[in-house]
């Protein structure tokens, strides 16, 4: 079994030795939420450190309640019990999977379906993707079939989708529900304005990846947000803007220091916070 998946043992320790920390932290209400109503929460491969139970931990103590899971934590053949232990484990931290990804697409349509499938078992409704060209006859039938968004995330530098234009151009025509995951960090090693792709992509941004990064080049680091190239402030101003939906996905994302992120990325959290507080 793989060190990210929790079998009914692990479950079982798992809830007697997180105690009060999984069952009784109480959530804020909508007067005190921070966030103000947005689906704030983090990419797992931000804490591809840790295994699963690690991470979701992590999560709950960060004050967070939203995750996009990647396939190391959450991976498509998860079987039937080691979903409902997890699901379990997520309804006592108060944590919604808003997301799975970033998952390939290309033009065989049963192994995409096979993607739609597991997230539909899983009970996403966005599935961040790095869709290949010859994909999209395929992905307006699932998406329409299965009502689950399809949000094309941008890689950075000579990616197939590098720059605002390439998303643009690639969602034109199809569907409603295919639309985008802005990787703000990406966008910023392209050189690009990742405020411009928001207010550009408008109703088609599903979802984003919220980093920053120190240089506006191909070779770089994640920077606490706020500290690099990224306007956080511009960023939720643009989200109020395009009237981002309140079932879409926002996460963290810290790519550095992988075996001891965490004070990192609670700074992300407090900047986004502010930022938050700012434009609401």
């Keep these: 079994m793989s060190q990210f998946l929790l079998d009914r043992r692990q479950m079982l ?10 069952l009784d932290v109480p959530r804020a209400s909508a007067a005190d939420d921070p ?12 804490l591809r450190g840790f295994n699963l139970l690690e991470a979701i931990r992590h999560i709950q103590g960060m004050g967070l309640h939203f995750v996009e899971f990647y ?15 997890l699901k379990d484990l997520l309804k006592k931290a108060e944590i919604t999977m808003a997301a799975h990804g970033v998952w390939g697409f290309n ?9 739609f499938d597991f997230a539909k078992r899983i009970g996403v409704k966005c599935i961040t993707a790095n869709p290949t060209p010859d994909s999209f006859d395929s992905l307006d039938k699932l998406v329409a079939e299965y009502n689950i968004r399809i949000a094309i995330h941008n890689h950075g530098p000579d990616a197939l989708y590098d720059k605002i234009d390439s998303v643009v151009d690639a969602v034109r025509d199809h569907h409603p529900l295919i639309g985008a995951c802005v990787d703000t960090g990406h966008f910023i090693r392209s050189k690009e304005d990742p405020v411009e792709a928001i207010l550009r992509l408008k109703n088609r941004v599903f979802a984003l990846h919220i980093k920053d990064e120190a240089k506006m080049e191909k070779v770089s680091h994640n920077t606490v947000i706020g500290e690099g190239h990224l306007d956080v402030v511009g960023v939720f101003k643009a989200l109020k803007k395009v009237k981002f939906p309140a079932d879409g996905s926002i996460s963290l994302e810290y790519e550095a220091n992988p075996q001891n992120p965490i004070d990192d990325i609670k700074q992300c959290i407090e900047v986004a916070k502010e930022a938050i507080a700012e434009v609401h």
């Design 13 to 22: 320790a798992a809830a007697a030795v997180a105690g009060v920390s999984m």
């Design 71 to 85: 396939p190391n934590h959450v991976p498509k053949d998860i079987d039937e019990q080691g979903l409902a232990n």
């Design 35 to 46: 966030f103000k109503g947005l689906p704030i929460g983090i990419q797992s491969y931000s």
């Design 107 to 115: 033009k065989d349509h049963e192994t995409n379906k096979s993607v």
